[in-house]
């Protein structure tokens, strides 16, 4: 009998004691918080990055807009500066493209010249490579209809970023694809030259037709 008691009492004794709740309260919410904060700066840098590429994007279409002719040096200082933009973030993983697209008096767009960029990790000046489109080809599809007027030339960029979460779990651990556009007129003259005539030759006719 006495040691039934015994027992009870003790059972009593430890669903009164409360000693240690607050070290498992902490321990059951600790992994909620922890995906919350994480969560909260994945998301703010993801928010972050994806603004920077839309400023990116604009500022390669400006610059270029702001040309009469453009040669391999001017195409490499103004992809660049649009990745200078991606400070602090790194800027390897931005793909760029710049194209001239002109629209015909049919409002058929087409490539007039083209040209993409990539930047190495580390490295400060970007690099040029072959873009994805070609001259010629039919972009019609891609240009708003309202930039659809005839005889008319556009500056059209092309800005694409891998963000790779520091934190995999809390986001896509494989990266998200940050992309955005952007078309200029060009300011100067009716089109962009491009590349640039050597020094003696006369500057090419822009398209009438």
Known sequence: ???RVRIWLRLR????DRRGLAAVEFALILPLMLLLFFGTVEFSSGVAVDRKVT????TLSDLTSQSISVADSDLTNFFSAAVGIMTPYDPSPTQATLSE???DST??????????????SGA??????????????NVTSIVPPALLIPQTSLIYSEI?????PTVGWVMAKAGITLSDVAYTRPRQANCVIYPT?????????????
Request: charged fraction near 10%; aromatic fraction near 8%.
């Open 197 to 209: 005539p050597a020094s003696g030759s006369p500057m090419p006719a822009c398209p009438s037709t």
């Open 107 to 120: 409002n058929t767009a087409k490539i007039q010249w083209t040209k993409a960029a990539t930047i190495a």
């Open 55 to 58: 400023l990116m994007a604009r």
């Open 101 to 103: 697209i002109y629209v």
């Open 160 to 164: 694409s970023y891998k963000y790779v």
């Open 124 to 137: 400060t000046q970007a690099t040029l490579t072959p873009s994805s489109h070609t001259v010629g080809q």
């Open 13 to 16: 004794r430890f669903a009164r």
């Open 1 to 3: 009998m006495r040691q």
